[in-house]
């Protein structure tokens, strides 16, 4: 596993930037160098649960079903088999009925 910060294209205080600041030829480059097919990271919403970027050679991927309680996102987990073939699983947030009660305090705004 790679993070985003240790591909020297910035500092991880700017790797939420990364779709911005890296491209096909970047991502290209670094799995060239680093021997590998395919970059999966995770830590930015992404609606579907999952978002193949740059010819399929990074995916993001989420976990969290309706962040913060108000998104309404999916979330996906990545499951790859001993052929590295990947298979997403989907699924959505619990319904309200069968959650528990949220903290009585709020989600900051900087988490959404």
Known sequence: MWCVCRMGWRDCT???????????????????????????RAHQLVMEGYKH????????V????????RCGNVAAILELDEHL??????FEAAP?????????????DYFL
């Open 53 to 60: 970027m740059f010819n399929d050679t990074l995916v993001t």
């Open 14 to 40: 700017e790797a939420a930037a990364f779709d911005a600041i890296a491209g096909v030829s970047q991502v290209a480059q670094f799995n060239s160098t680093n021997a590998i097919d395919l970059i999966a």
């Open 96 to 108: 309200q009925e069968a959650r528990g009660v949220p903290a009585k305090k709020p989600a900051p």
């Open 85 to 90: 073939t990947k298979n997403f699983k989907i």
């Open 62 to 69: 989420w976990s969290a079903p309706n962040y913060c309680y």
